[in-house]
């Protein structure tokens, strides 16, 4: 299991990861596959995964917005239905009294007998009455049915009876009677024929309008309940009863239709309210009905909630196996990049490697031509000397002896410079970096192509301008450059060419050196060409294409720059620029970098 | 037998003047293609030269073509240091000897008995 998991982890892991050799990696195009690797991953994935998120965003908000809309209409409607009956429950009884006022003679209401008589008949008809009271415009109670006495009480100061004086009618707030009883008071005001006026009020019991408000409730999630203007609550309430009575949502700006919101309520659930004024059409009450209901509570909410839930889990593990299949093919492609750059790059490595050797081979070549001269000036010397001892006889005392002998050591002197030429420029091969006149190596490496200049009379002049400074530098690869590029020169010449190479300082830390031929030139729309691996103009077979785009990454690892001028039949000229320290520069690049 | 030697080592040239003279073969040395057609442009007679292929200025295959045009009846040796086949194949191609530098001289006395037989004696 652990090896199937490994396995499959090493399909996700790039290859580049695991082998990325040291040496290869300034062949490369990309030298950050990493950084490709997960950059293609978020682009592959953000792709794919956004208008998935978007969408299913949008869609989730139209279903809960319509949603939202029909609990709001919903709720709305248990509330105006509710408000009905509650206005009726109140005008129903106001109506009731004001029958009574216009029906009975204000005798027969001041007569306590009577009172009582149409006490016992209004509880017949409407049941939780709990007394009747008649008060004169003073304020004065004039006469009272029901449990309590208080014959005489002056009510001249209460809040109600202003109330009712002002309005023609007064339904109160509930409030706890002298039994711990919640009641309301309605009150009912008549002018008589002489101009006073009394009043009269009954106190209702509330169990049968808290009944009428909560026959409305649908679903443990819904509360019905009354509070007053000032937010107190007034009539039973799952939710909102206990502790402060206060209900945690605002008291809603006054309206005269049932109105409905979406809000959320003290604990952070989010609800539907709606809410109604309550007003009879004899006069305003101070109640308020509100209704509640959870969101997460209604039917339709619940199924969707499901749904969503089930959405939301197929949409997870659609977003899992997308990144999944994005990132294998983002890995797969890029481990095709990676493998193709990379045998890309091992073919110029590979190359660069057979270019030194071809080179050296060339040089060695070049080498046993210049020592075959010599060797053969040292055999017809030798010769020579031997035939004056086999043929002529006369060997002894001959100054024309010593001279031959001394023809013999300096031409033996002459393959010794030789030899030590090439064993130098060998040697300087394995050297890293090291301080160099130029203008020396130049030289040294020109003295390899003299003869052929002199075979094909081409003249080579070198020009090394004053206070041009020794450079440091990888020796190695700066002369495997400039071999490249004096045999260009050599290869695009014919016979009777200038080769001119300059050599000078260019703004305080680089220097500049052009190669220039007088050959056969490049045509324009080869010169961006050149540069690049296996471009060649050459017949098929002799050229690899691969010695100046090896030039030119030679030129980069040595933090320097490369340029070409070229006219067909006028000649070209390479420009290479280099640090002056080239370690300097890699430091610098290091820290900025 | 007489003998024209081009070659631009001049040591070499005239040492190998030298050895061939002991042998009894005369021999003129230049160290310059245009000398030795001067030479023979003011009547000189040879019967082979030996040249090198590689000179600065006129090498010896040209050298060669400009000869043959004055004397057709002129033989020719090439000589050179650049054991090269492309130098090989230049030789056998322009229908004449070849011989590398170092040579032995007993070779070169055999190719020229075997270029011009007819004045051995």
Same mark, same amino acid.
């Given at each position: 299991m652990k090896q199937k998991f490994h396995s499959f982890f090493f399909i996700l892991w790039p290859r580049f990861f695991r082998e990325l050799s040291e040496?290869?990696?300034?062949?490369?195009?990309?030298?950050?596959?990493?950084?490709?690797?997960?950059?293609?991953?978020?682009i592959l994935v953000s792709t794919s995964l956004i208008p998935l998120f978007v969408m299913t965003g949008i869609y989730y908000q139209l279903i809960e917005k319509s949603i939202d809309n029909a609990l709001i209409l919903r709720t709305e409607r248990v509330a105006s239905n509710t408000r009905r009956a509650v206005s009726f429950f109140f005008e129903e009884r106001l109506a009731a009294l004001k029958f009574m006022v216009n029906d009975r003679d204000y005798k027969d209401l001041i007569n306590p007998t009577q009172l009582s008589e149409i006490l016992k008949n209004l509880k017949l008809g409407f049941?939780?009455?709990?007394?009747?009271? $008649? &008060?004169?415009?003073?304020?004065?109670?004039? #006469?009272?049915?029901? *449990?309590?006495?208080?014959?005489?009480?002056?009510?001249s100061q209460q809040n109600w009876f202003l109330e009712c004086q002002k309005r023609n009618a007064y339904v109160s707030e509930v409030f706890s009677g002298y039994r711990g009883v919640p009641h309301i008071v309605v009150a009912v005001k008549h002018t008589r024929p002489d101009g006073n006026f009394f009043i009269i009020r009954a106190t209702l019991e509330t169990e049968r309008l808290f009944n009428a408000v909560?026959?409305?409730?649908?679903?443990?999630?819904?509360?019905?309940?009354?509070?007053?203007?000032d937010g107190v609550v007034q009539s039973p309430s799952k939710y909102y009863e206990k502790k402060t009575r206060r209900i945690s949502i605002e008291v809603p700006e006054y309206s005269s239709r049932t109105k409905a919101l979406l809000t959320k309520d003290r604990k952070g659930?989010? $609800? &539907?309210?709606?809410?109604?004024?309550?007003? #009879?059409?004899?006069? *305003?009450?101070p109640f308020i009905l509100i209704v509640v209901k959870e969101k997460e509570g209604v039917s339709v909410m619940k199924i969707w909630l499901g749904l969503k839930t089930n959405f939301n889990l197929f949409l997870a593990i659609s977003a899992m196996v997308i990144v999944l299949i994005m990132s294998l093919t983002a890995t797969s492609l890029i481990n095709k990049i990676y493998f193709a750059d990379r045998s890309k790059a091992e073919a110029m490595l590979s190359a660069e490697q057979k270019g030194q050797l071809a080179s050296i081979g060339q040089l060695a070549a070049g080498v046993a031509h210049e020592i075959n001269n010599p060797l053969a000036l040292i055999n017809e010397t030798a010769g020579y000397i031997k035939d004056l001892f086999?043929?002529?006889?006369?060997?002894?005392?001959?100054?024309?002896?010593?001279?031959?002998?001394?023809?013999?050591?300096?031409?033996?002197e002459r393959c010794g410079a030789i030899t030590r030429q090439l064993l130098g420029f060998a040697r300087q091969l394995d050297v890293e970096s090291r301080s160099l006149n130029l203008k020396v190596m130049m030289t040294n490496l020109l003295s390899?192509?003299?003869?052929?200049?002199?075979?094909?009379?081409?003249?080579?002049?070198?020009?090394?301008?004053?206070?041009?400074?020794?450079?440091?530098?990888?020796?190695?690869k700066l002369q495997q450059i400039l071999l490249n590029l004096i045999n260009n020169a050599f290869q695009a010449m014919d016979k009777d060419?200038?080769?001119?190479?300059?050599?000078?300082?260019?703004?305080?830390?680089?220097?500049r050196i052009s190669i220039e031929d007088s050959g056969c030139g490049i045509e324009e729309h080869h010169l961006n060409k050149i540069f690049d691996p296996f471009f060649t103009t050459k017949q098929e077979g002799k050229g690899t294409g691969l010695g100046l785009s090896i030039t030119f990454g030679l030129v980069k690892k040595l933090h320097g720059n490369i340029s070409v001028n070229s006219k067909v039949g006028e000649g070209t000229t390479f420009v290479i620029t280099l640090p002056i320290n080239f370690k300097k520069e890699e430091k610098h690049e290091n820290s900025t970098g | 037998m007489k003998i024209l030697l081009v070659d631009d080592e001049k040591k070499f040239a005239s040492m190998l003047a030298k050895r061939l003279e002991l042998r009894g073969i005369k021999v003129d040395y230049f160290f310059e293609?245009?000398?030795?057609?001067?030479?023979?442009?003011?009547?000189?007679?040879?019967?082979?030269?030996?040249?090198?292929?590689?000179?600065?200025?006129?090498?010896?295959?040209?050298?060669?073509?400009?000869?043959?045009?004055?004397?057709?009846?002129?033989?020719?040796?090439?000589?050179?240091?650049?054991?090269?086949?492309?130098?090989?194949?230049?030789?056998?191609?322009?229908?004449?000897?070849?011989?590398?530098?170092?040579?032995?001289?007993?070779?070169?006395?055999?190719?020229?008995?075997?270029?011009a037989p007819e004045k051995t004696t």
């Open positions: 040496h290869i990696i300034p062949y490369l195009t990309f030298n950050n596959y990493p950084r490709i690797w997960v950059r293609g991953i978020l049941g939780g009455l709990t007394d009747l009271s $008649v &008060i004169d415009y003073n304020g004065t109670q004039l #006469t009272y049915a029901g *449990p309590y006495n208080l014959e005489g009480k002056d009510y909560t026959s409305y409730k649908s679903g443990t999630y819904a509360d019905i309940f009354m509070i007053n203007h659930i989010p $609800v &539907i309210v709606s809410y109604a004024f309550i007003n #009879t059409s004899i006069t *305003p009450t086999v043929i002529k006889s006369q060997y002894q005392d001959d100054p024309e002896l010593i001279e031959q002998i001394d023809v013999i050591l300096d031409a033996v390899f192509f003299q003869k052929e200049a002199e075979y094909r009379n081409i003249s080579i002049l070198l020009d090394v301008e004053d206070g041009t400074p020794s450079i440091e530098t990888d020796r190695k060419g200038n080769l001119s190479i300059k050599i000078g300082i260019v703004g305080t830390d680089m220097v | 293609a245009t000398n030795a057609i001067q030479e023979v442009e003011n009547g000189k007679k040879y019967d082979v030269a030996i040249l090198d292929v590689k000179m600065p200025g006129m090498g010896g295959i040209e050298l060669r073509r400009k000869l043959s045009r004055m004397d057709s009846d002129l033989k020719f040796i090439f000589l050179t240091g650049h054991g090269s086949n492309v130098d090989y194949k230049t030789g056998v191609s322009e229908a004449s000897y070849y011989l590398p530098k170092p040579l032995k001289i007993n070779d070169l006395i055999e190719t020229l008995y075997l270029v």
